[in-house]
């Protein structure tokens, strides 16, 4: 089977703390997304929010649209409403070819949730995971009908964090709610990678690789670190850079026939992590990895 391979802008400017990166310009961030060999990007916050606009801009790099993250609030609202609400963010999706959506639910986390001990992050009572899964089913009914599917994040800092969540996620929930399988994410909560990918393959329709720096993990879990201070602290990274092992992970992946995006995804302090000295290192990482585990890698166009 063949793969792509992209990247996510965080790793030149994070949206949820400017400082890091707010100063680079989006045109550095793609010339260099694709001078490190990548084939597409998914949304930023400095992209433009039309395909009109947006289009134009990521084929003069060369570039195609992997996906886009989206701030959802399924759990809270109706799923009219919630459908309505991205409507926007699935036309722009749709419209550049896009074959699914980010979609993290962070309904009951505050503004500054991420700034907050995950400790204190919300959850869902047994109970309510039936009801839940019957609402996000719908959603994603209506996204598949769109054209877009819905590739649920599980995140840290959110009501669909641990591996158990997921599980039950998973288990309450219709055929088109897809999964996207994040490595550090996983890892960051307490889980296992493999066994959660062994377990729900089947599911996975998007994969973020981020790789984990194993003694930033064990402070931050003793500390009961906010998301984004372990971020500062450098938890994250590129693949090959950390402890995760991924050739088991894109083995299970490649003999399951995933054909999908594999997107690098780590955020870093740009300050400290160099953006385009990353970005060529986690190409370079997956590229090999993928390759190794039976993967064609389809190029980037030239």
């Not at 070819?97 to 047994?126: E, M, N, W």
């Not at 719908?138 to 996204?143: E, F, S, T, V």
């Amino acid at each position: 089977m063949a793969v792509e391979i992209g990247i996510n802008p965080i790793t030149w400017t994070n949206d949820d703390l400017p400082e890091l990166g707010g100063d680079i310009p989006l045109e550095t961030c793609l010339a260099e997304t694709r001078l490190a060999g990548y084939a597409g990007t998914e949304l930023g916050g400095k992209f433009p929010r039309t395909s009109a606009e947006l289009g134009p801009i990521l084929a003069s790099h060369h570039l195609r649209l992997v996906s886009g993250w989206y701030d959802g609030r399924i759990l809270e609202r109706e799923v009219a409403a919630e459908f309505a609400a991205v409507l926007p963010h699935l036309t722009l999706l749709r419209d550049l070819g896009c074959k699914v959506v980010v979609y993290a639910d962070t309904s009951r986390r505050s503004h500054d949730g991420i700034f907050q001990p995950l400790s204190q992050r919300p959850r869902l009572a047994d109970e309510d995971w039936p009801a839940y899964g019957r609402k996000l089913t719908a959603l994603a009914d209506r996204m598949a009908a769109f054209g877009v599917g819905m590739a649920f994040h599980h995140h840290m800092g959110t009501i669909v964090q641990t591996d158990r969540e997921i599980d039950l996620m998973l288990q309450h929930s219709g055929e088109t709610v897809g999964l996207l399988f994040d490595t550090g994410h996983c890892l960051f909560a307490g889980g296992d990678p493999a066994a959660l990918l062994r377990r729900h393959i089947a599911r996975v329709v998007h994969v973020h690789c981020k790789d984990v720096r194993q003694d930033v993990l064990d402070r931050a879990l003793a500390s009961d670190l906010d998301f984004m201070a372990a971020v500062l602290q450098g938890i994250f990274t590129v693949p090959g850079d950390g402890c995760i092992p991924f050739l088991p992970l894109l083995q299970d992946l490649h003999a399951h026939g995933y054909a999908g995006w594999l997107v690098v995804e780590a955020e870093q302090d740009p300050r400290i992590a160099h953006p385009l000295t990353y970005a060529r290192l986690g190409y370079r990482n997956l590229l090999a990895t993928a390759q190794a585990a039976g993967f064609a890698v389809a190029e980037a166009a030239p």
